[in-house]
């Protein structure tokens, strides 16, 4: 992981919105009754911007999906996803008013999931000279990273490279990540991998034939050891569809004007009426704060 350096440039963070709306629900309604969302939310959201200042941002939502497109190659995908509670959903119109209210562009794209709105404007920004910090608990965006692109953890403010990606998962490039999870499943999305075949096996196949098309030629399957050859044989239209499930979409059109995500000066007073209303004792503290920085 590196420091983030605060520089006044073509910076563009997003934020995977609802990970983080469920997050601080979670935590936050064992200590407040009312508003506990809000709370939460925003107050990692003014962090995101006391300590970076954004040049520009985005905060990327979901859209209602009637069918996930993924499922086509999978029926089961995200089935093992609880229900989202009726307290979120209330709540959603509010955030989404709040963080305009903050000069922070609301985006969502009908049919699409949030990761591939997120894969598709980060390489497009990639092509047009910006710095993504994609900020996000979710290791499927690990697949994003590049020297243009890198996950940014908001509580120490460190960005998470491709260098960090390779070590943690014991992997050649940070190409082969769809490749593992191919192989090994994610518990997370319910995507199968192939049953039984850890980490530890996956990497070495992974080291030795670089990705799951070589793993799978004839040629090469008659080298891996016999109980091994087994699984791969019977369980090889898994992996496959399992890279079609964990793989980002990166080519959606995203017809938005750069402008659009352009961060404009707020007004403070306004904001500060907001959210004392909210929750005025919490947020004092965070203002303490606020004063002395730009946001």
Not at 117 to 137: A, F, L, R, V
Not at 218 to 224: D, E, S, T
Request: one cysteine or more; proline letters at 2%.
């Amino acid at each position: 992981m590196k420091k983030l350096k605060l520089i006044n440039d073509k910076r563009f963070f997003l934020i995977d919105s609802f990970l983080y709306i469920f997050k601080y629900y979670f935590y936050y309604k064992k200590f407040y009754k009312k508003n506990c969302i809000l709370i939460g939310f925003f107050n990692f959201i003014l962090d995101i911007l006391i300590k970076n200042k954004p040049t520009y941002i985005v905060a990327i939502f979901d859209s209602k999906l009637k069918k996930n497109k993924k499922k086509k190659f999978y029926i089961n995908y995200k089935n093992n996803r609880k229900k989202i509670p009726s307290y979120i959903i209330k709540n959603i119109p509010k955030i989404k008013k709040i963080l305009n209210l903050l000069n922070i562009p609301v985006f969502f794209l009908t049919s699409y999931e949030a990761d591939d709105i997120i894969g598709s404007i980060t390489k497009k920004n990639e092509k047009k000279g910006y710095i993504n910090y994609i900020i996000t608990e979710d290791k499927d965006y690990y697949q994003l990273i590049s020297n243009k692109t890198y996950i940014l953890n908001i509580k120490n403010n460190k960005c998470i490279n491709t260098k960090y990606v390779i070590n943690k998962y014991n992997i050649n490039n940070i190409k082969q990540i769809i490749d593992l999870f191919s192989i090994i499943g994610d518990k997370s999305d319910n995507i199968p991998g192939i049953p039984n075949i850890g980490i530890i096996k996956a990497n070495k196949l992974l080291k030795k034939y670089k990705n799951i098309n070589i793993i799978f030629l004839k040629k090469n399957i008659k080298f891996i050891e016999k109980n091994f050859k087994f699984k791969i044989e019977k369980y090889k239209y898994l992996a496959k569809i399992s890279k079609k499930l964990f793989k980002i979409n990166t080519n959606i059109d995203i017809k938005k004007n750069i402008n659009f995500f352009y961060r404009k000066k707020i007004n403070i007073l306004k904001i500060k009426k907001i959210f004392f209303y909210i929750n005025k004792f919490f947020f004092k503290k965070k203002f303490k704060k606020i004063n002395y920085f730009y946001i």
